[in-house]
C-alpha cells in the first residue's frame, strides 16, 4: 500500500521556521519525484517545491526561493521542506506528493501527480 504521511507543521509566528515531513512507503523511493504542494481556502493547489533525489534536482516556486530548502533522506524514505523566514502568506495547508521518474524541470499540473499525502498544517501569524 503506497502512503506518503506529512507532519512538522504548526502554528509560527512571523519570521520563524518549520521542518516539515514526507515520510513515503509502498514504491521503490528513488524512482519518483517527490513534491510539496500548498492550499488555501478557495485557492487552487499551487506547487512550491519538488525533488529527484536520484539525479540531484530540486526547484522551487519564486515566491519560496531562498527561504525554503527541500531535501531527502533516501535511506529514510522520507523528503524534508525546511521552511525559513516564514510570512504569513506561506499559511497553508501543505501536501506531499509523487509521480514516477526523475526529472531535471519541475511539473506541478496537478493530475501527474499519482500519489498524495492527506497534508499538514502551517500556520504563520503575523
Known amino acids: 500500500e503506497v502512503q506518503l504521511v506529512e507532519s512538522g507543521g504548526g502554528l509560527v509566528q512571523a519570521g520563524g521556521s518549520l521542518r516539515l515531513s514526507c515520510k513515503v512507503s509502498?514504491?521503490?523511493?528513488?524512482?519518483?519525484?517527490i513534491g510539496w504542494f500548498r492550499q488555501t481556502p478557495g485557492k487552487e493547489r499551487e506547487g512550491v517545491s519538488c525533488i529527484s533525489s536520484s539525479i540531484g534536482s530540486t526547484h522551487y516556486t519564486d515566491s519560496v526561493k531562498g527561504r525554503f530548502a527541500i531535501s531527502s533522506d533516501n535511506a529514510k524514505n522520507t523528503v524534508y521542506l525546511q521552511m525559513d523566514s516564514l510570512k504569513p502568506e506561506d499559511t497553508a495547508v501543505y501536501y506531499c506528493a509523487a509521480r514516477r521518474g526523475q526529472y531535471y524541470y519541475s511539473n506541478y499540473v496537478i493530475y501527474e501527480w499519482t500519489y498524495w499525502g492527506q497534508g499538514t498544517q502551517v500556520t504563520v501569524s503575523s
Open positions: 509502498g514504491f521503490t523511493f528513488d524512482d519518483y519525484q
